[in-house]
């Protein structure tokens, strides 16, 4: 029997085969959850989205449990090219950390939601239904950091904010560091200690960053 267009379709995304297997034991007998895969990189994520012969859309996952930190690539990042390509795709987060950049970066990206690994079974369970009917959750550990500012924003320096908002501008460190009357290498130096201060991996990740928050609320010294 085919099941109903609400039911849950559920996709497991960790590199960990140990975490998967615990998550599809616990939650394939949830009520309301059809179906439960798993992907252990981004490359099965994709394969399971977009399988060959193509499933029909009573079949494919529409929720994703995501972790964050993968060795091929970063979650948050896999969330925002998978909503790209299947912009219905519901994601939560499932995560050790409960940094504040992380959740704001993996909101940002569409998560609907942010769990810890260690968080109760039954917050696991209730996050998952929030999600999949159309509702946000952020563990309670994660909510209290980010709302009630137990864990201030990272403060840039004078100089690390002037150069995060040059790269915002679509400036390159060369033309920075000509602007800015310094060397490209200390141009560089910068770049390294704002990634680090904002949680940010990639040089991508960092214009991204520029892009949407210089000249808004760019951490100021």
């Not at 085969?17 to 252990?40: F, K, Q, T, Y």
């Not at 864990?151 to 033309?175: D, Y």
């Not at 940010?200 to 949407?212: D, P, S, T």
Request: include cysteine; aromatic fraction near 4%; hydrophobic fraction near 40%.
């Amino acid at each position: 029997m085919t099941a109903p267009a609400s039911a849950i379709r559920l996709l497991i995304v960790d590199d960990h085969p140990l975490v998967r297997d615990g998550l599809r034991l616990r939650l394939a007998s949830l009520p309301g959850v059809a179906s439960v895969c798993e992907a252990g990189n981004a490359d099965e994520a994709w394969a399971r989205m977009s399988p060959t012969p193509p499933a029909s859309p009573a079949e494919a996952p529409n929720l994703v449990l995501m972790d964050v930190g993968m060795k091929d690539i970063s979650g948050i990042d896999l969330t925002a090219a998978l909503l790209a390509r299947h912009p219905d795709l519901r994601v939560l987060m499932l995560s050790m950390y409960d940094n504040p950049e992380y959740v704001q970066r993996a909101l940002q990206a569409g998560a609907r939601g942010y769990v810890l690994k260690d968080a109760p079974a039954a917050d696991i369970v209730s996050a998952i239904q929030t999600v999949a009917e159309g509702g946000t959750y952020l563990s309670p550990a994660v909510a209290g950091r980010l709302f009630r500012g137990q864990a201030p924003r990272p403060v840039l320096t004078p100089r690390e904010a002037e150069i995060l908002a040059a790269l915002g501008r679509g400036h390159s460190s060369k033309q920075i560091a000509r602007d800015l009357d310094l060397s490209v290498r200390t141009v560089e130096t910068h770049r390294q200690s704002i990634k680090r201060k904002l949680g940010i991996e990639g040089q991508a990740e960092l214009i991204k960053y520029a892009v949407e928050h210089t000249g808004k609320d760019t951490p100021q010294g």
